[in-house]
């Protein structure tokens, strides 16, 4: 398998949180490229414009791996519905939804607070959603220095796309992988392994919700292997 990895972040994050993950492909001779959602940003766009801009980035750079992690699942699921150049799906503990189904829909509680009480705010006016304590939910297994800048890269999060569900799932036609992180505080293990079910092959590793940040040269070492299936 050759070409470029296309990696599509999650909710609050920005294209530049993979930046330590790409310089350790580029180690391995990996081109990658990171797009940015505009789900995450001031324009506090949708899952569908999120999946049109994963579209146009893996037509723009010829990407036959598209690596997603968390809430890039969804709109990666979405996005590649009917393409046939993409040869693998990679879902870095990511939401792995079945057609109809939002991301609410897969949290199991269908309300405001995915994955339990207190771990998510919505603003008062819903436009958006944010971690009320990333550092504990997202950074887990990161050094202060690490998850702190984290932290000051992290962006409002349109509600609109954890409501919304997608219409098709690209995993159906497409070989997924699943990677499964057991430290995961911002989606549980268990859910991890429900939704790999799905998957045509599942890889775990001992992380915490961001592994492209505090384990990234074994994450990297990891994609690497399924870049070269």
Do not use: K
Request: glycine share 8%.
């Amino acid at each position: 398998m050759s070409g470029t990895v296309l990696l599509v972040h999650g909710a609050n994050h920005r294209g530049s949180s993979w930046r330590a993950l790409q310089g350790a492909l580029a180690g391995r001779g990996i081109h990658s490229v990171a797009v940015d959602l505009p789900s995450a940003s001031p324009a506090l766009a949708d899952l569908h414009a999120d999946a049109q801009v994963i579209r146009e980035a893996v037509a723009r750079h010829s990407a036959t791996v598209v690596v997603c992690h968390s809430y890039g699942g969804m709109p990666t699921t979405e996005a590649l519905v009917g393409n046939t150049s993409v040869e693998r799906i990679v879902y870095l503990t990511a939401w792995m939804p079945r057609p109809g189904m939002s991301l609410l829909d897969l949290s199991g509680n269908g309300g405001d607070d995915p994955e339990g009480e207190d771990l998510w705010q919505v603003s008062a006016d819903g436009a958006t959603i944010g971690a009320t304590d990333p550092t504990t939910l997202f950074y887990n297994r990161c050094t202060p220095d690490v998850a702190e800048a984290a932290m000051r890269d992290l962006t409002p999060q349109s509600f609109a796309s954890f409501t919304q569900a997608v219409t098709g799932a690209a995993w159906h036609t497409i070989p997924a992988t699943y990677i499964v992180c057991d430290y995961d505080n911002a989606i549980a293990p268990d859910l991890q392994r429900a939704m790999a079910a799905q998957a045509d092959e599942v890889f775990v590793l001992d992380s915490d919700h961001s592994p492209f940040l505090s384990y990234p040269e074994r994450t990297a070492a990891l994609v690497a292997t399924l870049v070269d299936h």
